[in-house]
């Protein structure tokens, strides 16, 4: 099989649609400025910004016929103009247009570019939704002025309303986008194969760009923006499907077959027996390592569903195999925990293992390097300092990435590198969405940990508001005079001026007030290493009662004497994080609660979201809620974590044809790995304009 990959591209100027946009006629460089702006920095990126909504303007509504929440157009004459100061000290400009039928209000806030706009006597066509605000009106309408000479073009038309900018109107983007298709359309190539085309009843690309821009209906604006997002999908699954064929097929590694003499004596060692979830995974995993390419695969499990202990499987069947396995956790708090709860029952069965951390003092830092540069460690956890450029493995077999969402895409790669082609597993306690899971892992294989071992309870979950302290302090002290000990997170660590929430540092005080008898204790991430450790073996060892802290105990802490979590301004965390936080207790026998303190007043829709966790204890539908509220970016954070630069295809509202073009992309690499098919020229050729140069797409992680 021939290996291939898109080529690098050369810079050079191979098409009109390359022009910069400021040399397209109407342009010039001012308007380019704004539509640079917008993402616009050729005639290509122009012919593909895709509107926002479309404007329905093949019927005009007459002004008594409107109601509010109706999306409407309406053609009058401007009767009245007008200034009214708002409260934060702007202006709010204000029409009052006439038709034969009534009369209707027109407010724009924060326009101050329209206080000399209009005259009486202008005739004007308005568009927009009708808000009940004040009385019936139309808030932030677009608008038409009519020039009697004018043809009236844009009348019984759709409109596209695309993405404004501060110095640049729809109207002038309008025109920019109809000379740009007036000169250029005919010069697109053909981006889907025929198959493709044929297969899904899907219309050339001029005729796609054309109606995006020009649509019959609105609903013909609509399907065209679907082809597109179906393309810009296929286009990065694609490149998922050549990762994943590079990362596995084309990369040999070394057969690790279990041979018991270690991980026999590890699973004789464990106090429990596998749940039914993790045979199967354990299954999985051991299967992909039993084979000569390399394991690349991403196992998922809620809170508390017993990840990590097949991660120890894992690495100890390369350790059989004398090879080295790493672990490599975002934070120290947790790298640390994985060494304290492993290492003597490793030592137990002859393996040697390390911790190496940032925190680890240079000379026992080199005393560990050179260990494990000789293969005297056969197991290290760690952090970031895993990646250093000095540190050396003599034989890594099997790279671990716990928590892998915290890591970027570099940082994986960089460990990855430590060996020669080894085994790749990636964890994550964050349940994850699946259209995430196929744009941002779409090359791996993925298991999925979905049975919580037996015995584990459900966490009473509440949603309380600050009025309910004093009751809840009182319950805090009957739990601590049993035995129990909580968790207190704040999302800060000291007190912002511009927000009004609870700082670690202000509440750990006020704790030390409210509860005198008892030990309090705070974590952060600011504290140093030593003390970090010290604050934790006191609350492990029971002798804190209540540990204030931030989110950096949100993953792997593990306290089975903690029974109740209480979260300061749970309004300001994500459902995912919060569930993370919620699992830092439950771990233990007693019932445990985790309790929200929100503030007294807050937006219903932030109320709704609240309730829905507190009634919610599936990772994977909060997950799926947290996309639908907040997006990707903010559920993972697009940057760090390599999600797609979607222009045109939305993760949540276009789910369905994401996995139909992962299908087709998956499809058309197995059946022609190299895209060599006269049938797939289109694709390759469009796969080199989209993704040549680079080639980090293809790496693994």
């Known amino acids: 099989m021939t290996n291939w990959t898109p080529k690098a591209a050369d810079g050079r100027r191979d098409s009109p649609l390359e022009t910069p946009i400021q040399y397209l006629k109407g342009v010039g460089p001012k308007r380019a400025f704004y539509l640079n702006r917008l993402g616009v920095e050729t005639v290509r990126d122009l012919m593909f910004l895709v509107p926002r909504r479309y404007l329905d303007r093949t019927r005009l509504y007459e002004i008594k016929e409107v109601r509010p929440g109706d999306d409407v157009s309406i053609w009058g004459k401007v009767i009245a103009t007008g200034l009214v100061p708002t409260r934060n000290r702007g202006e709010l400009v204000s029409l009052r247009v006439q038709d034969q039928s009534s009369t209707v209000e027109a407010v724009w806030f924060h326009r101050p570019d329209l206080k000399y706009k209009f005259k009486a006597g202008q005739e004007i066509i308005l568009s927009g939704q009708v808000s009940a605000y004040r009385g019936v009106r139309l808030v932030n309408p677009q608008f038409q002025l009519i020039d009697p000479e004018d043809e009236f073009r844009f009348t019984g038309a759709v409109i596209p309303v695309y993405p404004l900018t501060e110095g640049l109107g729809l109207w002038e983007i309008r025109n920019c986008v109809r000379t740009a298709l007036d000169k250029y359309l005919q010069a697109l190539p053909e981006t889907l194969s025929p198959d493709l085309l044929s297969k899904f009843g899907y219309p050339g690309i001029r005729a796609t760009v054309a109606a995006l821009h020009s649509p019959a209906t609105v609903e013909a604006g609509l399907d065209a923006r679907r082809r597109l997002a179906f393309e810009e999908f296929f286009y990065f699954e694609l490149v998922m499907a050549l990762r994943k064929l590079h990362g596995t097929h084309l990369k040999k590694g070394a057969s690790l077959v279990e041979n018991g003499s270690l991980a026999g004596k590890f699973l004789s060692q464990l106090s429990f027996k596998y749940t039914a979830a993790q045979e199967r995974v354990m299954q999985e995993i051991k299967r992909d390592m039993a084979l000569e390419t390399c394991m690349n695969r991403l196992l998922q499990g809620d809170v508390g569903s017993g990840k990590t202990v097949l991660a120890i499987h894992a690495m100890l069947i390369a350790v059989e195999n004398g090879f080295q396995a790493a672990m490599m956790a975002p934070t120290e ?195 140093k290493n030593d003390e970090r450790i010290r604050v934790m073996e006191e609350f492990r060892a029971g002798r804190i009662g209540i540990l204030v802290s931030t989110t950096v105990i949100e993953v792997g802490v593990d306290i089975p004497n903690a029974t109740v979590m209480v979260i300061e301004h749970p309004e300001r965390f994500g459902l995912a994080q919060l569930h993370q936080l919620r699992g830092r207790v439950g771990r233990g026998a007693d019932v445990s609660y985790c309790i929200l303190i929100m503030p007294f007043i807050h937006a219903p829709e932030i109320v709704e979201r609240l309730r829905f966790f507190e009634q919610t204890d599936d990772g994977f539908a909060l997950a799926e809620k947290d996309l639908e509220i907040r997006g990707p970016g903010e559920v993972l954070g697009t940057r760090q974590h390599g999600l797609p630069d979607l222009k045109i295809a939305d993760l949540q509202e276009d789910r369905e044809l994401l996995f139909k073009a992962r299908d087709e992309a998956f499809d058309t690499i197995r059946a022609d790995p190299t895209l060599a098919r006269p049938g797939n020229r289109v694709v390759r050729a469009t796969l080199e304009k989209r993704y040549g140069g680079r080639e980090d797409l293809l790496r693994v992680g």
Request: charged share 25%; proline share 5%.
């Open 333 to 527: 708090i947790l790298a640390e925990q994985h060494h304290r709860v492993w290492a003597q029952c490793l030592a137990d069965i002859g393996v040697e293992c390390a911790l190496l951390t940032g925190s680890v003092k240079a000379k026992p830092k080199r005393a560990i390097m050179e260990a494990t540069a000789s293969g005297t460690y056969n197991i290290v956890f760690g952090t970031h300092a895993l990646i250093e450029g000095d540190v050396k493995f003599a034989r890594l077999g099997l790279v671990v990435v716990d928590e892998q969402h915290r890591f970027g895409v570099m940082q994986r790669a960089a460990l990855l590198n430590k060996g020669i082609n080894p085994d790749f597993l990636v964890m994550t306690a964050t349940p994850i969405p699946r259209t995430i899971t196929l744009t941002l892992y779409g090359d791996l294989d993925v298991s999925v940990l979905n049975e919580k071992p037996p015995g584990r309870q459900r966490i009473q979950t509440y949603l309380r508001t600050d009025n309910k302290r004093p009751a809840i302090y009182d319950f805090l002290k009957q739990k601590i005079g049993e035995g129990q000990q909580v968790f207190v997170v704040c999302p800060l660590i000291d007190e912002s001026e511009k927000l009004d929430i609870a700082a670690a540092t202000k509440t750990f005080e006020e704790m030390r007030q409210v509860f005198p008898g008892i030990t309090v204790g705070l974590l952060h991430g600011r504290l």
